[in-house]
């Protein structure tokens, strides 16, 4: 059974910092991983998608990479600024369902 | 134009009611999501269902029912309604095709049982 960790679960930053959110996932036979922001009270909003044979994606300050030996994933946010607070969430699709099963998420907080 | 849309957003009902949550992708995926995220945020796969497979998670109470009268519409149905069953609930979708499994989300149903 695919488990998702997401760490830190909580981050606070000032304007500015670049940052790095991680995801790891104990079974490394995926289909992709998927990071999802959530703003409250909202739906999710895919962000990245990276297949299993990508080693990382690209859009605008963020940058997801994807090592599947080791069952680790990362989001690089550079140059936070306060609209990036929001939840992130990292997904994984395994085996023959492609059913996503998520992470806990970090909780971003980036104060002016 | 909203690829995965949900009715209601919001649904505040007695327990021991029964109700309905609606969901269409116009996206022409094949394969539909529902999923409950509880208090802590914590997303939960309850069912995946395409033309072929029902997949249900078997933490999920029998007394949700997921019903899809054509590849574009999911809904939930759920009987019987607790306390418990409060929560967001999520839809969503994506293709089958291995290798693009791109799941796009709904923006949510919160559901309050009183």
């Known amino acids: 059974k695919q488990e998702v960790t997401q760490i830190p679960a909580a981050l606070s930053v000032p304007e500015g910092e670049n940052l790095v959110l991680n995801c790891s996932f104990t079974?490394?036979?995926?289909?992709?991983l998927q990071w999802f922001r959530q703003d409250p009270g909202k739906g999710l909003t895919s962000l990245l998608l990276?297949?299993?044979?990508?080693r990382e994606q690209t859009s605008g300050r963020l940058n997801a990479s994807l090592d599947k030996s080791s069952g680790r994933s990362t989001l690089y946010i550079a140059a936070s600024q306060p609209g990036d607070s929001a939840t992130y969430l990292c997904?994984?699709?395994?085996?023959?369902?492609?059913?996503?099963?998520f992470g806990r998420g970090t909780s971003l907080i980036v104060h002016p | 134009d909203t690829a995965v849309s949900q009715t209601p957003k919001y649904l505040v009902t007695q327990m021991g009611n029964d109700k309905s949550i609606k969901c269409e992708q116009n996206?022409?995926?094949?394969?539909m999501y529902w999923y409950k995220q509880d208090s802590k945020k914590f997303l939960k796969i309850m069912f995946s269902?395409?033309?072929?497979?029902?997949?249900i998670n078997e933490t999920v109470p029998n007394r949700f029912s997921p019903k899809s009268p054509d590849k574009a519409h999911l809904n939930l149905h759920i009987n019987s309604l607790e306390l418990g069953d409060s929560a967001v609930y999520f839809c969503?979708?994506?293709?089958?095709?291995?290798?693009?499994?791109?799941?796009?989300f709904g923006q949510g149903t919160r559901l309050t049982v009183v």
């Open positions: 969503a979708s994506s293709p089958e095709t291995a290798g693009d499994t791109e799941a796009f």
């Open positions: 269902y395409n033309n072929k497979e029902l997949i």
């Open positions: 990276i297949q299993s044979s990508q």
């Open positions: 997904a994984v699709s395994t085996g023959g369902s492609y059913i996503p099963t």
């Open positions: 996206l022409g995926h094949d394969t």
């Open positions: 079974d490394s036979a995926i289909y992709n």
